[in-house]
């Protein structure tokens, strides 16, 4: 869509808006279309933008006389009704906006984070924001689980279907999948495809960390899934996997998170001993590509025993990564004024889409400044200019100047007062009904959250607002937040509440080490059902997150927090804080690995012709770096600076030679 078809788009809708008998097509040519186009032209895109206007939700009408054919043109009459495709008023209580903001926040910057945001601003246009506050320093949120989440999403409520390559955990054969993907759901603290697999013709279950590939989206390929399907049944039906026990060898004084979990072997399966300098673990697991990932990122420290599918998860990622290391560098430029943030495709439909927000927003925000605008759609002044240029420019066809849309801005203060029946929102999308009801049932099960009855009415509330698109929102379903360790958090939720520091014992898995340090705690957030806390480290000199997993000990001290110290940023919480003077280090993400731009706060990125790209991070310590590089199998490498190349290098042939040897 070019920008004038966007302009041409606005003016037929609000044209069928504002028309209560309907035109003829002969008076939409004349006064919308070139009418110098030929009658098959404007026949191909009148048809078009019908189908257009249809997909953005509004349902066009033919009016018909009586008597006549509704195959006449010359009789034949279309509008839109002012109803058509319009979000319902919302009214909501305070606590009901709260459990709303936070099931909005929920959402990591990728995945549904977009939709959920436009989501609030179209209930802010539909009914009055209260002035709420979220409860002190609580910031829940969803991890995503990279690009193939986001593609399936796409897939599934466009139904489409999908292809990628899988792991299957019965038969450990890597295989090319062809799938409908009916829903997505985590269960187990794992993320699940469920759909109709077309190569054994029935449904099956697929784990995301089980793709070894990116997700191709058949795009002329399309489906229908089940009436009432229910994503959260089927995986309630799953079992989780048995528990087993691995024997691994580990380096002496070495790997202490992974002791804390493991016991000792007294009697090896093999008959056999570690040799000098190992002790031989039993460690826990359910799922061997779980486990094989966490022992791929120790390299040259653990070793595998048994069994023996375990060992070659742990073989198939080191090897991944030694052969991505091994291939040429890529050719690439980082594009001037580049932001980390992975660039999406901006569209004239997502234009289109905005303009419609757009409106209503401004009727509902009279005054704002031209900027703070800008900054709410997550667009620059520039492109919010040229979405005003295009608005004023737009209104019944041929009118006078009183039948265009008049906003104002010459003093950088946005007024709108002519909106020409565009001045309420649109309905939900599948993607922002989703998006809320999702965030809404994962908050159930959260201390201080759930209790009430909020939860529950404003969850029934927007169910009857989406309509069919909430139905649809059953194909989604989010994981636990709910944290492991409650005592840990309501003592930290406390803290922050009274001001109050906090002495702790804190086991640092980089570091591979115990320490104690007095904090003053900040704000609690979480990936899913692991929760930090961000607080200000004094043994540190700076703020530090801290996972409440790997705190030995917590105590209250007396002692009232060091003024000023604030939350680093606004939401959402980041789990690494870079600094100026951190090192700044490029890699290279395959296609299966480009969420992780996103994850670590990229400051640059520049996309590869493979769907992969190259990104600049910063990090304060690279230690670990090589961990990081093992642990991700050939989805990420280290460019610059070389010498962190160079060891992530020898970090993954230490591994190597060790199980050779």
Partial sequence: MSAQRTERLLNLLIALLNSRYGLRRSELREKIYDAAASDAAFSRMFERDKNDLRDFGFEVETVTDLGWSSDDPATTRYRIGKESN???DVELTRDEWTVLLLASQLWEQAALGPAATNAMRKLQASGSLADVELPAGLQPRIKPAGQAFEDLVAAMHSQHAVQFRYLAGSTGREEERTVEPWGLGSRFGQWYLVGFDRGRGAQRFFRLSRFTSAVSVLTKETFTPPAGFNVRAELDSLPELPLQSAVVDVRKDRLLGLRKRAAPVLDSPDGGTPDGGWDRLSVPYRDAELLGEELASYGPNARVVSPEDLATAVQRRLEAAAAFLAAPAPSYMFSDGSSGKRARTRTSEDQLKRMLQLVPFLVHNQGLHIQ???DRFGITRRELEADLLILICSGLPQGYPDELLDIQWEDDHVFITQSLELNKPVR???DE?????????????????AEG?????????LMAAAGEEGLRAASLSGPEVSPANTASLETIRGAIAAGEQLHLVYFSAQKDSLSERDVDPLRLYSMDNTWYFEAYCHSAA????FRLDRIEDLQPTGKPVSPPVLPDGGFPA???TPNDDDTLVTVQLTARGAGLADDYYAERTAALPDGGLVAEIRFGSTAWLPMFVAQHGGAVRILEPSVLADASRDWIEAALARDAG
């Fill in 86 to 88: 319009r979000l319902p």
């Fill in 372 to 374: 703070d605008v800008a």
């Fill in 428 to 430: 939900f999308t599948v």
């Fill in 433 to 449: 009904a989703c998006a809320l009801l999702t965030g809404l049932e994962t908050l159930n099960g959260l201390p201080g959250v």
């Fill in 453 to 461: 009855g909020a939860l529950e009415s404003v969850t029934l509330k």
């Fill in 542 to 545: 700076g703020v530090r997150n």
């Fill in 574 to 576: 980041k789990l690494f």
